[in-house]
């Protein structure tokens, strides 16, 4: 059983987080203030820590750096959960060592899938990524579907190979032009817009109903992989 660590003032949220996650199968540990944090990963031993940057009492981007500094703790992969939604703090989180930067509100099942994430075995990057009838050469930048190419741009194919590769999660429109377009971009959140609506035109059956890329009212896209198999089965059945 992993075991979490959760640094978390708002009472509301922890018990909520406390809650869910237990029911997920993890061991829940932790504090609602950050003084001490850092001692109580070292007792604790953690697999993951959940940190909130803006305690009370410290702030999370500093015990982030204690955690870092320390060899016994270095190791274990940190989550930001926080109410900074501005580039420049997503781009400090991370670069103090944290392994994701998740903004509030956020989906419950978001989290865990991108707690889990973080416990997937290290591999080397699948050569081909398939789902259904959609498969996607790494290796030559290709995409087909039912073996017959469909020819992306470069910055489609990116945005196709970042979703495919996380089916199920959402990511908001700052995450994928963070992901896909780089940190240095003079773009906007309607750019993902414009590239889903051209992925869409381009491998969905029927763009107006998608079925592989999902649209999240109020925040983001995900790669529908339940459409999809659900998609196989019909054309068998039919076939």
Same mark, same amino acid.
């Given at each position: 059983?992993?075991?979490?660590?959760?640094?978390?003032?708002?009472?509301?949220l922890y018990a909520l987080l406390k809650y869910n996650l237990e029911?997920?199968?993890?061991?829940?540990?932790?504090?609602?203030?950050?003084?001490?944090?850092?001692?109580?990963?070292?007792?604790?031993?953690?697999?993951?820590?959940?940190?909130?940057?803006?305690?009370?009492?410290?702030?999370?981007?500093?015990?982030?750096?204690?955690?870092?500094?320390?060899?016994?703790?270095?190791?274990?992969?940190?989550?930001?959960?926080?109410?900074r939604a501005s580039e420049a703090d997503r781009i400090v989180g991370?670069?103090?060592?944290?392994?994701?930067?998740?903004?509030?509100?956020?989906?419950?099942?978001?989290?865990?899938?991108?707690?889990?994430?973080?416990?997937?075995?290290?591999?080397?990057?699948? &050569? $081909?990524?398939?789902?259904? /009838? @959609?498969? #996607?050469?790494?290796?030559?930048?290709?995409?087909?579907?039912?073996?017959?190419? =469909?020819?992306?741009?470069?910055?489609?194919?990116?945005?196709?190979?970042?979703?495919?590769?996380?089916?199920?999660?959402?990511?908001?429109?700052?995450?994928?032009?963070?992901?896909?377009?780089?940190?240095?971009?003079?773009?906007?959140? &309607? $750019?993902?817009?414009?590239? /889903? @609506?051209? #992925?869409?035109?381009?491998?969905?059956?029927?763009?107006?109903?998608?079925?592989? =890329?999902?649209?999240?009212?109020?925040?983001?896209?995900?790669?529908?992989?339940?459409?999809?198999?659900?998609?196989?089965?019909?054309?068998?059945?039919?076939?």
């Amino acid at each position: 059983m992993k075991k979490i660590m959760l640094i978390e003032d708002d009472a509301d949220l922890y018990a909520l987080l406390k809650y869910n996650l237990e029911k997920e199968g993890f061991q829940m540990v932790g504090a609602q203030t950050g003084k001490g944090a850092i001692d109580l990963c070292r007792r604790e031993r953690p697999d993951l820590i959940l940190l909130d940057i803006m305690l009370p009492d410290s702030d999370g981007l500093d015990i982030c750096k204690g955690i870092r500094a320390r060899p016994e703790l270095a190791h274990i992969p940190v989550i930001f959960l926080t109410a900074r939604a501005s580039e420049a703090d997503r781009i400090v989180g991370l670069e103090l060592g944290a392994n994701d930067y998740i903004v509030k509100p956020f989906f419950i099942r978001e989290l865990i899938a991108r707690i889990k994430i973080q416990f997937r075995p290290q591999s080397a990057p699948q &050569r $081909t990524l398939k789902s259904g /009838v @959609l498969e #996607l050469d790494r290796s030559s930048c290709r995409v087909f579907r039912d073996s017959l190419e =469909i020819a992306l741009t470069a910055t489609e194919f990116r945005l196709l190979e970042f979703l495919m590769a996380r089916p199920g999660v959402v990511f908001s429109r700052e995450q994928l032009l963070d992901a896909v377009w780089g940190h240095d971009r003079a773009v906007t959140d &309607r $750019t993902v817009d414009v590239y /889903v @609506l051209r #992925l869409r035109q381009k491998i969905e059956l029927d763009s107006n109903g998608p079925g592989y =890329i999902r649209s999240v009212r109020g925040f983001g896209y995900s790669f529908n992989e339940m459409s999809l198999a659900q998609e196989t089965s019909e054309r068998l059945t039919s076939a």
